[in-house]
Nanobody, 121 residues
């Protein structure tokens, strides 16, 4: 059974940092982070492929860093310089299709339950 388990969410003040983790029960080609704020559509944040390719949303470039420990099937998201607009439920997702690793949530078949990130001003 495929499982993706996120952790590391919480409350932080603007300008602060958080580190999210996602542990997968399977070795996927691509794993990514997505977020959904109340009343908004789910959007891609960052994704990393087993071959090293990485994609970021423009809104987080230079502030967030995605990394992976493939030996542990774990994906991380280092969030620095957060602002209230980063407040959302953050989800981890995975895809086993080789060569495809975008930040389009529609192509990811496997999802975690999410972890809440709240940034106060």
């Amino acid at each position: 059974q495929v499982q993706l388990v996120e952790s590391g969410g919480g409350s932080v003040q603007a300008g602060g940092s958080l580190r999210l983790s996602c542990a997968a029960s399977y070795s996927f080609y691509c794993m990514g982070w997505f977020r959904q704020a109340p009343g908004k559509e789910r959007e891609g944040v960052a994704a990393a492929g087993r071959d090293g390719r990485i994609n970021y949303a423009e809104s987080v470039k230079g502030r967030f860093t995605v990394s992976q420990d493939r030996a542990k099937n774990t994906l991380y998201l280092e969030m620095n310089g957060v602002n209230p607009e980063d407040t959302a439920m953050y989800y981890c997702a995975a895809d086993s299709a080789w060569g495809r690793c975008s930040i389009d949530p529609a192509v990811f078949p496997y999802w975690g339950q999410g972890t809440q990130v709240t940034v106060s001003s």
